[in-house]
């Protein structure tokens, strides 16, 4: 397998850091996963598209620390093999003989997202934004280092939004035309998280943006290698 698909399949689920604690669940030689914040304000599912395993390795290892876990693949090769051991440990080596070992958890202690079976059957806004979108909202995070969250209200997407006279910066957004007249009230959420997210999926060209009124964003694109779907939770109550 590549190391660098792995490492970006890594920076993808793991949010800057934030989540650590995941299950690495090998399919019939498919990698997932699936993870959630310690805040539980994010939910991320991950799943690849292509087999980086033969098609017969299917088992399910508990990773405790995604960070250190990373570490250990940098000192090796661009190709590289993994075997795991009666999943108690990944072996990863390369054709120089360089090897790194990690110890694997039990998946009893790694925290379990919740099912998300209770869906909302319909999206007061969808739209997609793209590459020129995603630098602006990274920039303009930039600019507002004390923003902690960004704001939709109507057809714009406002980082520093405060209901008092405030610094911010309002980017248009283009509807999907299903919603274009649909009321929602403003909602906010995480800014950091968001943007975490579009660092790590600078390799995608769309992203596809869904919210709903009961406080819930889902966020969905993907590359060659993987399928990413992230749900966030709102920090505020509906207006």
Same mark, same amino acid.
């Given at each position: 397998?590549?190391?660098? @698909?792995?490492?970006?399949?890594?920076?993808?689920?793991?949010?800057?850091?934030? @989540?650590?604690?995941?299950?690495?669940?090998?399919?019939?030689?498919?990698?997932?996963?699936?993870? @959630?914040?310690?805040?539980?304000?994010?939910?991320?599912?991950?799943?690849?598209?292509?087999?980086?395993?033969?098609?017969?390795?299917?088992?399910?290892?508990?990773?405790?620390?995604?960070?250190?876990?990373?570490?250990?693949?940098?000192?090796?090769?661009?190709?590289?093999?993994?075997?795991?051991?009666?999943?108690?440990?990944?072996?990863?080596?390369?054709?120089?003989?360089? @090897?790194?070992?990690?110890?694997?958890?039990?998946?009893?202690?790694?925290?379990?997202?919740?099912?998300?079976?209770?869906?909302?059957?319909?999206?007061?806004?969808?739209?997609?934004?793209?590459?020129?979108?995603?630098?602006?909202?990274?920039?303009?995070?930039?600019?507002?280092?004390?923003?902690?969250?960004?704001?939709?209200?109507?057809?714009?997407?406002?980082?520093?939004?405060?209901?008092?006279?405030?610094?911010?910066?309002?980017?248009?957004?283009?509807?999907?035309?299903?919603?274009?007249?649909?009321?929602?009230?403003?909602?906010?959420?995480?800014?950091?998280?968001?943007?975490?997210?579009?660092?790590?999926?600078?390799?995608?060209?769309?992203?596809?943006?869904?919210?709903?009124?009961?406080?819930?964003?889902?966020?969905?694109?993907?590359?060659?290698?993987?399928?990413?779907?992230?749900?966030?939770?709102?920090?505020?109550?509906?207006?």
């Amino acid at each position: 397998m590549n190391k660098n @698909i792995l490492l970006d399949f890594i920076n993808k689920y793991s949010l800057g850091g934030e @989540i650590k604690m995941v299950v690495w669940d090998f399919n019939k030689g498919l990698l997932s996963v699936r993870g @959630i914040t310690g805040d539980k304000s994010v939910v991320i599912e991950l799943k690849g598209k292509s087999t980086i395993m033969p098609k017969h390795f299917t088992i399910k290892s508990g990773v405790y620390n995604t960070t250190n876990l990373s570490r250990l693949l940098l000192p090796l090769d661009d190709e590289i093999e993994l075997d795991i051991i009666a999943n108690k440990k990944m072996i990863f080596n390369d054709k120089s003989n360089t @090897i790194s070992q990690y110890i694997l958890s039990s998946i009893s202690v790694i925290p379990t997202p919740p099912n998300l079976v209770n869906l909302p059957d319909t999206w007061e806004k969808d739209f997609v934004i793209d590459t020129n979108l995603i630098e602006k909202i990274i920039i303009s995070s930039r600019s507002l280092p004390d923003a902690e969250t960004f704001t939709i209200i109507n057809d714009s997407l406002i980082i520093g939004y405060s209901s008092i006279l405030s610094n911010q910066v309002e980017l248009p957004l283009v509807l999907n035309k299903a919603t274009q007249n649909k009321k929602m009230g403003e909602i906010s959420f995480n800014l950091k998280a968001f943007v975490d997210f579009l660092k790590s999926h600078n390799d995608c060209d769309n992203i596809n943006i869904r919210i709903s009124e009961q406080g819930i964003m889902r966020v969905e694109t993907e590359n060659d290698n993987f399928h990413s779907v992230f749900y966030f939770v709102s920090t505020n109550p509906i207006t």
